[in-house]
């Protein structure tokens, strides 16, 4: 502050105070109004955002959001990943994001309800009521899909794959299709126990998902 009024009175006359203050004031809006501008996303999902395995830094929401500050999107990404988080839990998590500002939800939750071989009526429901609450709240809605191992016979994992569908069209939000896609079942993009990708795989979904969230921004 000294060093601001020292420069006012040493090189401005006295009539142009005002306009050295309102050349300070624009400069603090634009700060402030790009500050405020910037994207909020939100990733809600399990282990699989959370990065279980890897540095939180080397999870996919992270290298999403730095593949699009790279090319000059001004985002900041919320990693809301929990480890083991079935579907059921999702909208009471979302409340509790809400409290900070969220312009962009995106959604990955459903592999540990089919895992479980939990009814896929109540999998859809819960999924269908996070997606309802961010709505109402005025946030775009981006959706992950997964997909169930054959092991859990063909009708499950058909009846699995269509809810994602079914909830991309009748909630009218734009889907991914199962995002481990050339991940799954490839020993060299996963950890030891044939799951959840290792930093590679992680990269190969940030790609995928960046592209995703780039054409919805």
Same mark, same amino acid.
């Given at each position: 502050?000294?060093?601001?009024?020292?420069?006012?009175?040493? +090189?401005?006359?006295?009539?142009?105070?005002?306009?050295?203050?309102?050349?300070?004031?624009?400069? !603090?809006?634009? *700060?402030?109004?790009?500050?405020?501008? %910037?994207?909020?996303?939100? *990733?809600?999902?399990?282990?699989?955002?959370?990065? =279980?395995?890897?540095?939180?830094?080397? &999870?996919?929401?992270?290298?999403?959001?730095?593949?699009?500050?790279?090319?000059?999107?001004?985002? /900041?990404?919320?990693?809301?990943? #929990? +480890?083991?988080?079935?579907? /059921?839990?999702?909208? %009471?998590?979302?409340?509790?994001?809400?409290?900070?500002?969220?312009?962009?939800?995106?959604?990955?939750?459903?592999?540990?309800?089919?895992?479980?071989?939990?009814? @896929?009526?109540?999998?859809?429901?819960?999924?269908?009521?996070?997606?309802?609450?961010?709505?109402?709240?005025?946030? $775009? #809605?981006?959706?992950?899909?997964?997909?169930?191992?054959? !092991?859990?016979?063909?009708?499950?994992? $058909?009846?699995?794959?269509?809810?994602? $569908?079914? @909830? +991309?069209? #009748?909630?009218?939000?734009?889907?991914?299709? *199962?995002?481990? $896609?050339?991940? &799954?079942?490839?020993?060299?993009? !996963?950890? &030891?126990?044939?799951?959840?990708? !290792?930093?590679?795989?992680?990269?190969?979904?940030?790609?995928?998902?960046? =592209?995703?969230?780039?054409?919805?921004?």
């Amino acid at each position: 502050m000294r060093l601001i009024k020292g420069i006012i009175t040493k +090189s401005l006359p006295i009539g142009n105070y005002m306009k050295f203050f309102l050349f300070l004031f624009f400069l !603090n809006f634009i *700060f402030i109004t790009t500050t405020i501008a %910037s994207t909020n996303i939100l *990733f809600l999902g399990d282990s699989l955002s959370e990065g =279980q395995g890897v540095d939180e830094e080397q &999870a996919f929401p992270r290298l999403v959001e730095k593949k699009l500050r790279e090319k000059k999107f001004d985002v /900041a990404v919320t990693n809301g990943g #929990v +480890s083991g988080a079935t579907s /059921a839990s999702g909208e %009471s998590r979302l409340k509790w994001h809400l409290k900070q500002k969220t312009d962009i939800l995106v959604l990955e939750l459903g592999a540990n309800d089919g895992l479980r071989g939990l009814k @896929i009526i109540e999998t859809e429901k819960n999924l269908r009521k996070i997606v309802q609450l961010a709505k109402k709240n005025h946030i $775009k #809605v981006l959706l992950l899909g997964l997909l169930m191992p054959p !092991n859990y016979g063909i009708k499950y994992t $058909k009846e699995f794959e269509s809810m994602y $569908k079914r @909830i +991309s069209s #009748v909630e009218k939000i734009p889907f991914l299709p *199962f995002i481990l $896609k050339d991940i &799954a079942g490839i020993t060299e993009l !996963n950890q &030891a126990d044939g799951i959840h990708p !290792n930093v590679r795989g992680h990269e190969i979904i940030a790609i995928r998902v960046s =592209q995703f969230v780039e054409k919805n921004l």
